[in-house]
């Protein structure tokens, strides 16, 4: 009866090796769901690279709704004269100092060899006027990536920076020290 009792628990219980199949199925599932994500991210970002186009990482809530802080967007260059208001374009403005700025276009208009442009962001109320000679480029936001840049974001900050550079110096001291520690002792169990 022993035996029968044996063989019960055996066929109820499922085999090891069922268990390990199963969990590096899942696994591998799980590595190839983030590897995909990863490389769908990294393609986003680096094909733009390939037709001059560049990922910015959005910094204020200027454009709230459209675009929110933390979001990436991948701006496009463009002639400013193909430019139409309602588009949103990422300038350097000059009355912050060359800060590079991403609003909407409200207004344009062709002087001579230059376009002028009113700007403004949609949670703004106040607009940026600033013109561009028409034979160069500026960008023009033609996709945007939610979230993607908020660990760019949190690093900019007081708290964002002390986790990024004094947690890790901290981790390498801590580890430095019990190496030392540990060499210590093999040395003494060495000689004594």
Do not use: C, Y
Not at 35 to 43: N, R, T, V
């Amino acid at each position: 009866m022993t035996t029968l009792a044996r063989a019960a628990d055996f066929t109820m219980a499922p085999s090891s090796g069922r268990v390990r199949s199963l969990v590096r199925g899942a696994g591998s599932f799980l590595f190839w769901v983030v590897a995909g994500f990863a490389a769908a991210i990294a393609l986003t970002l680096v094909v733009p690279l390939a037709f001059h186009g560049r990922p910015l990482t959005v910094m204020s809530g200027s454009m709230t709704p459209a675009i929110r802080t933390g979001d990436v967007v991948i701006a496009m260059p463009i002639a400013p004269l193909a430019v139409r208001p309602g588009d949103i374009v990422s300038f350097n403005d000059p009355s912050r100092g060359g800060k590079l700025v991403t609003h909407r276009v409200r207004h344009m208009r062709r002087e001579g060899g230059h376009v002028n442009f009113i700007t403004r962001g949609d949670a703004n109320t106040g607009v940026e006027k600033w013109s561009v000679n028409a034979d160069h480029k500026i960008s023009r936001t033609v996709l945007r990536l939610p979230k993607l840049g908020r660990p760019l974001v949190f690093a900019r900050t007081r708290t964002g920076l002390l986790v990024l550079v004094l947690v890790p110096m901290l981790l390498l001291g801590t580890l430095e020290i019990a190496s030392i520690w540990k060499d210590d002792e093999e040395t003494e169990d060495v000689t004594a």
